[in-house]
């Protein structure tokens, strides 16, 4: 697997636990939640922009969106039971193919 991949991998994981932080934050109601979701997001950009120096911007950027998008609809699925309807469950299928046909 490729260094920039994994980097973008682990900024995309840092942007699921960003999105689920700021679920629990409740609005900001609880700012620990809050703050640690921005600490993610910001650090999240900041290793996304190492892997922007070897793959063009779209590229990195929508496999970064597109691995954020379906992180957050599982960690939402199993952290706060949320579910998807059947046109959100196929959207899902349609963001997979999507980075599959831009990194192939």
Known sequence: MKLYLLVIIASAVLD???NL???KSEGFKYKFWGLSAIFCAVFAFFL???SLEYVPLSIAYSTWGAIGIIGTC???WILYKEKLNKIGIFGVFIVIIAVIL???
């Open 16 to 18: 699921i636990i960003a």
């Open 21 to 23: 932080l700021l679920k």
């Open 48 to 50: 996304l922009s190492f």
């Open 74 to 76: 599982l960690g939402g």
């Open 102 to 104: 831009l990194n192939t």
